[in-house]
Antibody, heavy 117, light 112 residues
Framework: EVQLVESGGTSVQPGGSLRLSCAAS????????MNWVRQAPGKGLVWVSF????????TYADSVKGRFTISRDNAKNTLYLQMNSLRDEDTAIYYC??????????WGQGTLVTVSS | DFVLTQSPLSLPVTLGQPASISCRSG???????????FNWFQQRPGHSPRRLIY???NRDSGVPDRFSGSGSGTDFTLKISKVEAEDVGVYYC?????????FGQGTKVEIK
């Protein structure tokens, strides 16, 4: 059974940093492309970042480019999102998702990041 | 970013009756590889999104056959043949053909 379990979300002040993790199981992680998607409170879904299976290719939404870094540790079956220079508008639930037979076939339960002074 | 426009944004439905959601793109979603990377997702209240339909019309494993997807190019439709209580939630269309991947605004399905 595919499982994605996010962690690391918490409340942080504007300008602060946070690292989210996503522990994967039930599939061959190193062969899977992965993404982060976020959802602001009461709002819709927005893609944030993508990483290829070997980590050699990454892409970002313009809104987070230069501030967020996606990475992965295939030995630990874990996906990461390093978030720096956080802004109020980064407040959201962050979901880890897998690209399988198209996009976003499995989702984690999400982790809440609140940016507020 | 490429915009997907869903309609309606709110859909009150009667149990046992059909429901239909439309999603339109300003550009063709046919990829250069010939495939159309267009999906539908369901998000029940308090839950993570769940993919229902991939590449226009393929149902994901475990998705009831009352859900069906159709369309081509720029116009796509999600149909629920007979709405059940568990279908309440927000439905999102999504395209992965054009970079970056984008979602529609969401359609809230509720029971009348």
């Amino acid at each position: 059974e595919v499982q994605l379990v996010e962690s690391g979300g918490t409340s942080v002040q504007p300008g602060g940093s946070l690292r989210l993790s996503c522990a994967a199981s039930g599939f061959t992680f190193r062969e899977s492309w992965m993404n982060w998607v976020r959802q602001a409170p009461g709002k819709g879904l927005v893609w944030v970042s993508f990483i290829s299976g070997d980590g050699s290719r990454t892409t970002y939404a313009d809104s987070v480019k230069g501030r967020f870094t996606i990475s992965r540790d295939n030995a630990k079956n874990t996906l990461y999102l390093q978030m720096n220079s956080l802004r109020d508008e980064d407040t959201a639930i962050y979901y880890c998702t897998r690209d399988g037979d198209g996009h976003f076939d499995y989702w984690g339960q999400g982790t809440l990041v609140t940016v507020s002074s | 970013d490429f915009v997907l426009t869903q309609s309606p944004l709110s859909l009150p439905v009667t149990l046992g009756q059909p429901a239909s959601i439309s999603c339109r793109s300003g550009q063709s979603l046919v990829h250069s590889d010939g495939k159309t990377y267009f999906n539908w997702f369901q998000q029940r209240p308090g839950h993570s999104p769940r993919r229902l339909i991939y590449r226009v019309s393929n149902r994901d494993s475990g998705v009831p056959d009352r859900f069906s997807g159709s369309g081509s190019g720029t116009d796509f439709t999600l149909k629920i043949s007979k709405v059940e209580a568990e279908d309440v939630g927000v439905y999102y269309c999504m395209q992965g053909t054009l970079w970056p991947p984008t979602f529609g605004q969401g359609t809230k399905v509720e029971i009348k």
